[in-house]
């Protein structure tokens, strides 16, 4: 039976409370009668032998690329570049899709006699990946092949040895990437596609490159015309990535782009009621449902936060293509959607989302305030194509515990970010006038990125920014359940249940508003006519 | 005359430590300090004057007193029993309104050839506090002779006694001496163009803050404070940057862009102004000066050990603040009394809004314990309300036949 697509269903009376995820847990909330509920297409069936397309892939590029055998030569410099531990999310079961991909790369390269191979995690400005995130993503096989013998690299945006600057595009862009990268006589980039927003151009673009670079379109003016981030017809975000893309390979750089498509199948079947349609829950889901909420609510919050950190997703791979950037991308676009859309007739006046544990920023860690705020209006705000769910002048209304707590080692300048910066402005555009250019530049953040695991200095202020569109965009947003004072913090309203937060938001809105609640994970990309 | 009196008693003194140690200003209740009808103490000279206490601000030094917590090191520089009180907004007998000055350097001592400090009117570092006509007392309210604030009345000499202008109310006027000691601790170091901090946020830490944004010139001005009042307040009084305790150290690594080793910064504040005297404030203004910087003590410190590493490996100065006298003169100013300052900063600074609660005499003990956890309650400054006790009281007095 193939896969149902998503839709939207509007509620009565007889509709099942629906599920919320709330933090490391959920809860059952009663939607008002009328809202509508926007539910994600089911898992896309799987590609049947991963391996055999991956070989396929690399046989058959698309666009003007030749195969990737034919452009391996004895004597060349490889560097083979890969997306970091943020994605996807969660972390998959293994064998992760990069270790499948990148161990026919290393086979066609060893065949041709390439002996200058590099392994790179495009890390752009986050966190370096510990050894054992690196062997989950690229296998213990690889692991071992390469990181004793100082194959296995991070890209380091502050080294200045490590860095080359290509000059800047025509909209006078810097571009500054890794220096191994460019000077490679070929970059083999290994991506996960999770999200519409993601590879094409800004793989190398973003992922490989240095602080220079990234605030051209890392700020608040590309974040706020970015109608949505994962359209990339009408971001500023992937114009300015592709400008850069394609003078990087205006200077001479070659890219062999490998993307792959998962499946939305996110969670594994012990939490299988996670998504599934509540008035389809069978007794089995229901009675996990009790007994999982009752646990968690006995649970210490680090120890649920582990419990779920643990969480290996059956996420499948449902396509894989490779060759020239554009071409490949336009190619992944087309699995993505199939996979993502749901289409929605008209706006909302308040847009309810449960927020999880998880986003990019917080594998294996914390998801501290700042990160709720990107994960709800910079990421959850964001999937739509078209016209954002919420009218303009709505409100979000986001459910989450929304700790004030911050994992020192991982988010070192997101604690004085929310302590000093939030402190005095909340508005993106003071922020990054102020603020930004001093924790950028900050040589202990610095020195922690580089050789700790903490995320860039600048990191959380471009959190700030992704949300900067939806900022400029609601009325208000309220969250359900969050620590009071942070979320006050963030210039953001506090409400203890749904019902108090929707009678808080009709203030704002009007009485009788519209209610459309977007019921992810897992993801969606609703396209509002 | 009605007066709390501060008499000497091991046994209560050590009461006192205990029920202090408990609950900040629990002293009072079990301490030795009582309420007496006493008789009003004489001029011991021509020069002398009663004075008549209408606001007596009740300090942090008085509470260390009163809980049993301050150092030994006074016990030969005062007199027993003394009456208590040294921010003093008081009345002459031809109704003149006056501010004290409480310091009894060499001329009230009727010392003459002053000491050399007086001489040049530095008069908190006069060395003849325990000599000349007076028996020993640093300060009225530590002096069996002079009587204190914390009364009906008591008396000063000419020298100690300031004209209080009309447009000062009587808070304003309250909050001079403490004020004079902020100018003081903000005075003496050089601050202009630096990075300040001052720790702790309660009067003394206010006035600081006040003093050293008006007179210092600093180039910014960081606030530890614990409560949010205070908080509230430090950035009205012109802190750059208010930061509670646990976040000192990372507010002044990014202000500075200093590294840090296991916690402990590699630069740090140019100078720290110590509001506080404890052997955490110590700690917590050695670990964010820089190499080289100097740590004012400005809050009189409780007896305490202290890892002293920092400073010697540093080479930090630390430099003790204690009253007033003169201060050097500066740019755009000629030297100037610590007091005449202290005036034009609490006019300037709307100080007198500091004064959060005033109790009469007899209610010194629920007075004191609001005025030991005011920043908690969300006040600053308690003091005593002297204006019309003196008849009521000695009323009272002789109706209960003391």
Redesign the interface.
């Known amino acids: 039976m193939s896969p149902r697509p998503g839709f939207v269903l509007e509620t009565d009376r007889a509709t099942p409370p629906t599920l919320f995820w709330h933090g490391e847990g959920w809860r059952l909330e009663r939607l008002p009668p009328g809202s509508r509920i926007v539910y994600p297409p089911e898992p896309m069936e799987a590609v049947a032998d991963p391996d055999e397309a991956v070989r396929q892939a690399l046989a058959h590029p698309l666009g003007d690329s030749e195969p990737l055998a034919d452009l391996l030569r004895p004597g060349m410099r490889l560097t083979i570049a890969f997306d970091d531990v943020s994605l996807p999310l969660p972390p998959m079961r293994p064998p992760d899709v990069r270790q499948r991909v990148i161990e026919a790369v290393l086979e066609l390269a060893a065949a041709a006699g390439v002996d200058d191979v590099v392994l790179m995690a495009a890390l752009s400005l986050h966190r370096r990946m510990t050894e054992a995130e690196l062997r989950h993503a690229l296998g213990h096989r690889v692991y071992e092949a390469f990181a004793p013998h100082g194959l296995l690299l991070q890209h380091d945006a502050e080294d200045p040895d490590g860095l080359v600057h290509l000059g800047c595009t025509d909209a006078g862009e810097d571009v500054e990437i890794n220096k191994r990268a460019a000077t490679s006589d070929l970059i083999v980039y290994v991506n996960i596609n999770l999200v519409a927003m993601d590879g094409g151009h800004k793989s190398v673009a973003t992922g490989l490159a240095s602080y220079r670079s990234l605030r051209h379109h890392h700020n608040v003016r590309t974040l706020q015309h970015s109608r949505s981030l994962m359209d990339e017809h009408r971001s500023e975000l992937h114009t300015s990535n592709w400008r850069m893309g394609r003078h990087i390979a205006a200077s001479g750089i070659k890219v062999f782009q490998i993307e792959t498509t998962l499946n939305t199948d996110t969670f594994p079947s012990q939490f299988a009621f996670l998504q599934r349609r509540e008035w389809e829950w069978s007794g089995r889901d229901r009675a996990t449902y009790l007994a999982t909420s009752a646990s968690l609510a006995r649970t210490p919050a680090r120890l649920a936060r582990s419990i779920f950190h643990s969480i290996r997703s059956p996420h499948a791979l449902t396509s894989v293509q490779a060759g020239e950037v554009e071409a490949v991308h336009a190619r992944t676009l087309e699995h993505v959607h199939r996979q993502h859309v749901v289409p929605v007739e008209g706006q909302t006046d308040i847009l309810t989302m449960g927020l999880p544990y998880i986003c990019p920023y917080n594998v294996n860690s914390i998801m501290n305030p700042v990160l709720v705020m990107c994960l709800g209006l910079g990421y959850f705000f964001n999937l739509y194509r078209g016209k954002p769910l919420v009218r303009a002048g709505g409100v979000v209304i986001m459910s989450h515990p929304t700790p004030w707590e911050f994992h020192p080692v991982h988010h070192p300048s997101y604690?004085?970010f929310f302590?000093?910066v939030l402190a005095e402005t909340t508005d993106p555009l003071e922020i990054e006038a102020k603020f930004e250019e001093?924790f950028a530049t900050?040589?202990?953040y610095v020195?922690l990125y580089r050789t700790s695991y903490a995320y860039h200095g600048v990191h959380p202020f471009y959190m700030w920014y992704w949300g900067a569109h939806a900022l400029q965009h609601l009325g208000a947003v309220i969250v359900v359940g969050g620590d009071v004072a942070a979320v006050r913090r963030m210039g953001f309203k506090p409400a203890s249940t749904l019902r108090d937060a929707l009678e808080m938001a009709a203030d704002v809105v009007g009485p009788d508003p519209s209610v459309t609640h977007i019921h992810a994970p897992p993801l969606l990309l609703a396209d509002v006519e | 005359m009605r007066a709390l009196v501060f008499e000497r008693s091991l046994a209560k003194v050590a009461a006192s430590r205990l029920a202090g140690s408990v609950v900040p200003g629990r002293g009072a209740r079990f301490g030795p300090l009582r309420l007496a009808s006493l008789s009003e103490p004489e001029p011991p000279g021509p020069d002398w004057m009663r004075v008549r206490p209408k606001l007596a601000g009740i300090c942090g030094s008085d509470l260390a007193t009163l809980d049993g917590h301050g150092s030994r090191y006074f016990e030969p520089l005062v007199s027993f029993p003394f009456v208590p009180g040294h921010e003093v907004v008081g009345e002459l007998d031809d109704g003149a309104r006056v501010v004290l000055e409480p310091v009894l350097g060499c001329q009230a001592r009727g010392v003459h050839p002053p000491c050399p400090a007086c001489a040049q009117g530095d008069t908190g570092d006069c060395e003849r506090v325990a000599f000349g006509h007076l028996r020993p007392g640093l300060q009225t309210g530590y002096c069996a002779d002079t009587g204190g604030g914390w009364s009906t009345a008591f008396v000063a000499h000419r020298s100690q006694l300031h004209p209080v202008p009309d447009s000062f109310s009587d808070r304003d006027a309250v909050m001079v001496e403490p004020t004079a000691c902020a100018v003081h601790g903000a005075l003496r170091v050089p601050t202009e163009g630096a990075l300040v901090v001052v720790i702790g946020a309660g009067t003394l830490g206010l006035c600081t803050v006040a003093a050293v944004r008006r007179l210092g010139l600093p180039g910014t001005l960081v606030v530890v404070a614990k409560h949010p009042e205070q908080r509230r307040l430090a950035t009205e009084l012109g802190a750059d940057?208010v930061?509670e305790p646990q976040?000192a150290r990372?507010?002044v690594?990014?202000q500075t862009?200093?590294?840090?080793v296991d916690g402990r910064l590699t630069g740090g504040a140019d100078v720290v102004i110590d509001c506080v005297g404890s052997a955490r404030s110590l700690a917590d203004a050695l670990a964010v000066v820089r190499p080289r910087g100097q740590v004012v003590l400005l809050g009189m410190p409780e007896p305490f050990r202290t890892d002293l590493t920092p400073l010697w490996h540093r080479e930090v100065a630390l430099v003790g603040a204690y009253a007033y006298g003169s201060e050097p003169p500066a740019a755009g100013r000629a030297r100037a009394r610590t007091f005449a300052l202290a005036f034009e900063l609490v006019a300037d600074a709307g100080l007198g809004r500091l004064v959060s609660a005033t109790y009469p005499l007899e209610r010194y003990r629920e007075a004191v314990e609001h005025a030991a956890s005011a920043g908690r309650q969300g006040g600053v400054k308690v003091a005593f309300d002297l204006r019309g006790q003196r008849a009521t009281g000695e009323r009272r007095a002789r109706g209960a036949g003391a």
């Open positions: 604690i004085d302590d000093q001093s900050d040589p202990w020195h | 940057l930061v976040g990372r507010a690594r990014l862009r200093s590294l840090a």
